[in-house]
T-cell receptor
Framework: KQEVTQIPAALSVPEGENLVLNCSFTDSAIYNLQWFRQDPGKGLTSLLLIQSSQREQTSGRLNASLDKSSGRSTLYIAASQPGDSATYLC?????????FGAGTTVTVRA | EADIYQTPRYLVIGTGKKITLECSQTMGHDKMYWYQQDPGMELHLIHY???????EKGDLSSESTVSRIRTEHFPLTLESARPSHTSQYLCASSEGGAYNSPLHFGNGTRLTVT
């Protein structure tokens, strides 16, 4: 059974600092890894999808890396802003479904 | 922004009542999913569908049922609500399977059973 872990559970940084969010998974036989953002009381918004054959994916200030062999992914957010405050979840796909981590809640202080 | 809608957003209901959580998407996606999320916890898949007349149970044991009579509509029904059903329910859809397509989520229904 795939286990997905995100550490730390919460993170607080001053505005302008770069954010580094970690995700680890136990079964490396994945199809893809996805990063999502969740605002309080809302659903999830897809940020990045990395196929298993890729090493990284970039969108604007966001960059996600994938090391399948070690079961790790890292989401980098450059020059954080208060609007980046949210919970970030990673999820890995083994077949028909995604297995989610519990998320890292980020607070960016102005 | 994804066009996937869930109603109601909040629901407080007494034990034993029958409830239906609605989910509709306007993107023409074949794949649809229901997830359950408790505060601070990971999402758990409770039902999914690969298209009309296709429904499957997910990993998390659930007393709910789903139907898929139309591509755009994927309602979830609880025949007899219990306090243990109190949770947030998230509906999602994808163009392809979860192995190659991003999921688009609705804003969720927060259910409280008293």
């Amino acid at each position: 059974k795939q286990e997905v872990t995100q550490i730390p559970a919460a993170l607080s940084v001053p505005e302008g600092e770069n954010l580094v969010l970690n995700c680890s998974f136990t079964d490396s036989a994945i199809y893809n890894l996805q990063w999502f953002r969740q605002d309080p009381g809302k659903g999830l918004t897809s940020l990045l999808l990395i196929q298993s054959s890729q090493r990284e994916q970039t969108s604007g200030r966001l960059n996600a890396s994938l090391d399948k062999s070690s079961g790790r992914s890292t989401l980098y957010i450059a020059a954080s802003q208060p609007g980046d405050s949210a919970t970030y979840l990673c999820a890995v796909s083994n077949d028909y479904k995604l297995s989610f981590g519990a998320g890292t809640t980020v607070t960016v202080r102005a | 922004e994804a066009d996937i809608y869930q109603t109601p957003r909040y629901l407080v209901i007494g034990t034993g009542k029958k409830i239906t959580l609605e989910c509709s998407q306007t993107m023409g996606h074949d794949k649809m999913y229901w997830y359950q999320q408790d505060p601070g916890m990971e999402l758990h898949l409770i039902h999914y569908s690969y298209g009309v007349n296709s429904t499957e149970k997910g990993d998390l044991s659930s007393e709910s049922t789903v139907s898929r009579i139309r591509t755009e509509h994927f309602p979830l029904t609880l025949e007899s609500a219990r306090p243990s059903h109190t949770s947030q329910y998230l509906c999602a859809s994808s163009e392809g399977g979860a192995y190659n397509s991003p999921l688009h989520f609705g804003n969720g229904t927060r259910l409280t059973v008293t």
